[in-house]
């Protein structure tokens, strides 16, 4: 599951998903892998407005992962004079599109639920007695 | 959870989720081409649109349009593995009922063939109320079921009949491949036959129970054996 999914994540249960502390779920025990995909600098483009910037610097520190600028990159940083791909959009790229958590657990912040991720795939079923 | 609902849950667990996640992979081999107003629908979304696909099955619709970006999920591990070679799309495994995404946020969604798998009108209201809730303000969600009005189809529905039924999905056993395990071992190649529960819609239906969950109708009509509707959440 690439980095960018987490933006779009929160815990499943209803009584948490209001909460503020629910958002971004943290990782633990994260196995991360590479999947290399190819860059499309437009998607990476549209996609920067709808990152939740805080909590994308959050996951990318407690993942280890290289930091991310300290505010959302603004257009014009991301592409170089000549209009090429400029090397802080590569970068976003790298970090949001190809970095994957292969296997290990989303921790909500408020109810403490461990979500599972196996084979690059996050499963949000609850357990009856906990919907 | 009510009594009842945990009745509905344990019944869908046995005669939906357990059926797909059985017949996942033959099932994604039939599905590959998008109905026309899903692609249409999904073509007009603007670029940088983010959106939606509950119940995506094998993922057929994420690839559609290459300007927006779908986070898709699914019940069944099983089609979610195979949805999952969608890039840059992302897929989860999570239930119509228990989203794991912030209410408000997302520009549409699509739920295609999904919400008739639901066993009981609160469950289904219950479950486009969810869909409903991930949208920004007057946000589309289209969402498809599968119409009692089939009176040109084989399957033989119609107005009047019986609206919960059970559908067989017929695994054919491959003849070649029952030659080749004689000479080995007895291995299963007869046909095998699975059933899923459906509720069928009858005409505006599935129009009340997008009133019920709170919703309404932009646009509303009949393709080829299925009801489809466009909703938007009322505002609060
Ligand atoms: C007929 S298939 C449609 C798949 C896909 N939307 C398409 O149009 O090809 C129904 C799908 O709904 C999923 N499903 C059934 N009940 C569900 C639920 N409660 N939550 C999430 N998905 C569900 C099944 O696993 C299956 O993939
Ligand atoms: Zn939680």
New binding site residues.
Partial sequence: MKLLTLNFLTCARKTCKSTAAAFPLHPKDAELEQIEIDMNPLFVKNMLPRLEWEAMKTLTQELGLPALPAETPAPEELTTEDGEASQVLKDLHVLLMETSVASGKLVCGNCGHEYAVKEGIANFLLPSHMV | MSPLAKEGEAY?QEH??AV?EQIASHFSST?YKPWPIIERFLRDRPNGAIGL??????G??LSVNPNIYIVG????TN?VGIASKHQPHSVVV????ELPHADGIFDFAIT???VH??STTERRVE?IRSVLATLKANAPALIYVWALEQDGSRRGWSEGGDQDVMVPWVMRGSKKAARQQDCVATTQTEDKVFHRYYHLYRRGELEEEILAAGGYVLDAGYEKDNWWAIAAKQPD
């Fill in positions: 869908e939906v989720h797909y599905r696909d509950i119940g995506c099955g094998n057929k619709y999920s699914d019940r069944s089609l999570s239930d119509i009922l295609i063939a999904v798998h639901l479950a």
